[in-house]
C-alpha cells in the first residue's frame, strides 16, 4: 500500500525504504522507455507522489544525525522527487529529440527527427558532415528544451531548500576542479589541426579504424561470449536494458559499460536497505562501466577476445585510444557546463562555445548549448567514474596481471567488495590517481603505435 501524508508524521523509514525502491524500479523503465522513443503518456509516479516530493524530503531531513539511513534516503527522494517535479521538462526534451520531426534538405530532401539524424550521421560516414549540418540547423527547440529542464531543476533544489542540487548530487568538490585538469592535462594528446570540425570529432570518438575482430552482432550473448573464460558474470542475472546498435567500435565499448553497470546492480548487497544498496547518482556503477567499457583497448584482452595481433593490434589500440581520449574529454566537459546550466540559459550558452572549443577544437554555435553534448543529473559521477576506473585497473593488474578479467581471484575479489554498500563520495586523492593512471596509459598507446 502506498504512504500517504499521514504517514509522514510518523515516519518508518524501512517501510520508507521499500516505497523508495519500488518507486525507483518503475522510474527506471519509465526512463528506458523515454529513451527507446515512448513513455510520453505514461506516469511512473501515478498514486506514489508522497515519497517524491518536499514533503518526504523534509521529514527525513527530521530524523536524528545517528540513523543510519537518513543521508540515503534524502540522497533519493530528491533524486525521485527532482524527476516527478521535472517530468513534463523531461518528456519535453524526449519530444523534441526523438520524436518532432524536422524538413531538411541536405544530404538528402527528408522529414526525421533529431535521433533519426544523428543514426544516419553515424552509420553514414561519406555524408556525416551533411547529415550533423542538418542536425544542427534543426536542433534549437531540442537546446531550448534542455536549458528549461536545467533551469527548473535548479529550482527544485531552492524549494527544497538546498542552494543547488550539488547539495545532494555532487560526489565531491574535487570532481569539477578534476575535470578541468584533465582538460589541460590531455590537450597534448590531441592530434592534428587546432580546429577541426564535428565530423572530424564524432569519427575519431566512434573508432572506426578499429573495426576488426567484433563480434557482428551486439547482444548481451555476444558480450558475455567475451568473457567466456572468466568468473566474473558466473550465475548473475544481467539487465543491461537496451544494448546500442553496432554502428562502430565504440559500440561495443558503450555495450561494456552498460553490461557494467547492470554487474554493479546485480551484485548489490541483498541484505541492506535498497537506499543503502543503491546509490541513485551510480558512482559505482559509472566506475565498473569504465572500467569494463576500457578492456578492449587492453592489448591483453585485444589478443585474447578478439583475436587480434601485430599491426591489426596496434591500429585497433590506436583507434581505441582516441576513441577513450574523446569520450573522457566531453565527459569533463559535461561537468564544467553543468553549473552554468543551472545557473540560467545565459550562463549556459555563454560557457558552451568555449568550453566545447577548449575540449574538443570545435566551435558550435551557443544557442546550441544542450543539444550536442547533452547533459545530465549524474555527469559528475560518469566523470568521476571514468578516472576511478583507471585507478582500479592499475590495482587489479598489480594483483592479478593484465588479463585479471579472466582470473577467478580477481573475479571473487570484485564480488567479495560488491558486498558491501556502495560509496557514494569520492576524494581528490583517487581523482588524480587515477587521471594519472589513464593519462599515461593514454599517452604510451598514442606514442608506442
Do not use: C
Not at 524536422?102 to 527527427?113: C, F, I, K, W, Y
Not at 589478443?303 to 589500440?317: D, I, M, P, V
Not at 593514454?442 to 608506442?448: E, G, I, K, P
Amino acid at each position: 500500500m502506498p504512504l500517504t501524508e499521514r504517514d509522514l508524521e510518523s515516519l518508518d523509514p524501512l517501510r520508507l525504504d521499500r516505497e523508495i525502491a519500488r518507486v525507483a524500479g518503475a522510474v527506471r523503465r519509465f526512463r528506458r522507455r523515454l529513451e527507446s522513443g515512448g513513455g510520453l503518456d505514461e506516469d511512473p509516479f501515478y498514486g506514489t507522489g508522497v515519497v517524491a516530493g518536499r514533503r518526504a524530503f523534509l521529514a527525513v531531513r527530521e530524523l536524528p544525525e545517528y540513523d543510519p539511513l537518513k543521508a540515503a534516503l534524502l540522497g533519493w527522494i530528491y533524486r525521485l522527487a527532482e524527476q516527478r517535479i521535472d517530468a513534463g521538462a523531461i518528456k519535453a526534451v524526449a519530444l523534441e529529440a526523438r520524436h518532432t520531426e524536422h524538413v531538411v534538405n541536405e544530404p538528402e530532401h527528408a522529414r526525421l527527427s533529431l535521433s533519426a539524424m544523428l543514426a544516419q550521421a553515424l552509420s553514414a560516414p561519406s555524408r556525416r558532415a551533411a547529415w550533423l549540418t542538418s542536425f544542427e540547423r534543426s536542433a534549437r527547440p531540442l537546446a531550448e528544451a534542455v536549458a528549461v529542464l536545467w533551469e527548473r531543476r535548479q529550482e527544485v533544489a531552492s524549494r527544497m531548500g538546498l542552494g543547488s542540487p550539488d547539495v545532494v548530487e555532487s560526489p565531491g568538490d574535487a570532481v569539477v576542479h578534476a575535470a578541468s585538469a584533465w582538460l589541460d592535462r590531455t590537450a597534448e594528446l590531441l592530434e592534428g589541426p587546432s580546429r577541426v570540425t564535428l565530423a572530424n570529432v564524432v569519427e575519431a570518438s566512434l573508432g572506426e579504424r578499429a573495426r576488426e575482430g567484433w563480434p557482428r552482432s551486439l547482444t548481451p550473448w555476444t558480450i558475455l561470449h567475451l568473457f567466456r573464460d572468466s568468473d566474473l558474470f558466473r550465475d548473475l542475472e544481467l539487465d543491461p536494458g537496451a544494448l546500442p546498435r553496432p554502428l562502430a567500435p565504440a559500440s561495443y565499448l558503450r555495450a561494456l559499460s552498460r553490461v557494467g553497470a547492470a554487474w554493479v546492480d546485480a551484485t548489490a548487497p541483498s541484505n541492506q536497505p535498497f537506499v543503502i544498496a543503491h546509490d541513485p547518482y551510480g558512482l559505482r556503477r559509472h566506475t565498473m562501466g569504465a572500467l569494463l567499457g576500457a578492456l578492449p583497448w587492453s592489448a591483453s584482452f585485444a589478443r585474447r577476445a578478439l583475436g587480434l595481433r601485430g599491426a591489426r593490434l596496434s591500429e585497433h589500440r590506436r583507434a581505441l585510444s582516441l576513441t577513450v581520449l574523446f569520450a573522457s574529454r566531453t565527459a569533463a566537459l559535461r561537468v564544467l557546463l553543468r553549473a552554468n546550466a543551472l545557473s540560467g540559459r545565459h550562463a549556459f550558452r555563454q560557457a558552451f562555445e568555449e568550453q566545447v572549443y577548449r575540449a574538443v577544437r570545435v566551435a558550435i554555435q551557443p544557442d546550441l548549448a544542450g543539444s550536442i553534448f547533452r547533459i545530465h543529473a549524474d555527469d559528475l559521477q560518469r566523470f568521476a567514474g571514468v578516472l576511478r576506473a583507471g585507478a582500479e585497473w592499475r590495482r587489479l593488474v598489480e594483483r592479478h596481471d593484465e588479463d585479471w578479467y579472466r582470473n577467478p581471484r580477481a573475479a571473487e575479489q570484485l564480488r567479495d567488495e560488491a558486498r558491501l554498500s556502495p560509496e557514494r563520495a569520492t576524494t581528490e586523492a583517487a581523482l588524480t590517481e587515477g587521471a594519472s593512471v589513464l593519462h599515461d596509459a593514454l599517452r604510451s598507446a598514442l606514442d608506442s603505435t
